[in-house]
């Protein structure tokens, strides 16, 4: 049953409308603020690294083709009135699947529960569409206001809102996994910078994100003076993606930290081994000395600290601010009275439960 009364049309053009710009709007925003490291550590996971994504091309490309999509089922169930909307849900399906990228995507890949629980949600909304297909066109809305404010529209607006939530709720919104992923393509582009701006304000982090600090501070020269500003997690032992370590890169090639340093192991060693053959070659990066002090620190190791430090910071040099608290601290050990530890100093980092 179609609607030939020109007011009953422009009413149906509206609500397409309205569900159309909602539903660019959204999955452009969704794919190019929020979703576009996450979604470049997935791909370059799955393709072996042999490709990269572009946020830009990748959000206008998915989004077009999920709103062809659209347009697709649109054509098959013609739903109009109040139930348009529907015909974005297996979009949205899409695009909530592309967003549940899990964290340990580069250890073990898997559809996980979305094996059973797309086909029910296909089921569910083929219920749904043969319902509004065959029993809504006999609903009595010819009087109903078809414009902006009318019920028709409201009700298309509700659903619309509903699978966004879904697509939000849903999709990957781990925090931790979402700075990482940003500081590892900050990285990849050069930009230590906005590597270290990402979550800064947040208390939360991991072995994987503290490394990717640490190595951007390195590159930058402000280990010992900007390390502990930032909550830390892991020992010593984690700085650098090693044989023993918890962290790990996902995006970020392990060429780019071999180059930092100026030296490329033969085999598989731990991070101290690593940093002990560094201080021996004459061609070692000057941040080697960094990462094994701050490793010492890192790990409370405050009587190797301070005896280690003379080798690489003589009495003619400054000493970076972290360097000149833990010496501070060691001074005063045991019979430290300062008081509560205020946070972002390195005396808050020694006390604080490991």
């Known amino acids: 049953m179609q609607d030939h009364d020109p007011h009953k049309k422009n009413g149906t053009i509206a609500v397409r409308a309205m569900c ?4 660019l709007a959204f999955t452009f925003l969704w794919l190019y603020e929020f979703q576009a490291d996450v979604l470049a550590v997935g791909q370059h996971v799955l393709s072996g690294g042999q490709t990269h994504y572009d946020r830009t091309v990748g959000a206008v490309i998915i989004t077009l083709v999920l709103q062809l999509l659209q347009l697709g ?5 013609r739903l109009a009135r109040r ?4 015909t974005y849900l297996p979009s949205m399906l899409l695009l909530t699947i592309m967003s549940d990228v899990p964290p340990t995507i580069d250890q073990h890949f898997s559809f996980g529960a979305w094996a059973w629980i797309v086909p029910v949600v296909l089921v569910v909304w083929a219920v749904a569409v043969w319902l509004a297909r065959n029993v809504l066109p006999f609903e009595n809305d010819d009087k109903q206001p078809t414009g902006i404010f ?3 529209m409201w009700l298309n607006l509700l659903q619309m809102v509903a699978m966004m939530l879904v697509v939000a709720l849903v999709g990957n919104s781990n925090a931790v996994f979402h700075f990482t992923a940003h ?3 900050s990285l990849l582009k050069g930009d230590a910078a906005e590597a270290l701006r990402v979550g800064e304000r947040s208390l939360e982090t991991d072995e994987n994100l503290t490394m990717l ?3 951007a501070l390195g590159t930058r020269g402000e280990l010992g003076e900007r390390l502990f500003c930032y909550p830390l997690a892991g020992t010593s032992a984690d700085m650098l993606p090693m044989k023993g370590s918890t962290a790990r890169l996902r995006l970020l090639p392990m ?8 030296a490329r192991p033969v085999y598989k060693i731990t991070t101290a081994q690593y940093l002990h053959a560094l201080t021996v070659d004459s061609v070692a990066h000057p941040m080697a000395a960094d990462y094994i002090l701050t490793g010492m620190l890192i790990d409370r190791r405050l009587d190797a600290f301070v005896q280690t430090l003379p080798s690489y910071y003589p009495d003619s040099l400054p ?4 360097y000149r608290e833990a010496m501070e601290l060691h001074a005063l050990l045991p019979n430290d009275t300062l008081g509560m530890p205020q946070r972002g100093t390195y005396r808050f980092y020694y006390y604080q439960k490991p």
């Open 20 to 23: 159309a710009i909602i539903f």
């Open 73 to 77: 089922v649109y054509y098959v169930t």
């Open 83 to 86: 139930t348009h909307a529907l």
């Open 150 to 152: 009318s019920q028709r």
């Open 183 to 185: 500081a590892e393509a």
């Open 213 to 215: 600090r640490i190595y």
């Open 255 to 262: 060429d780019s930290i071999w180059k930092s340093f100026g």
């Open 319 to 322: 000493l970076p601010r972290f």
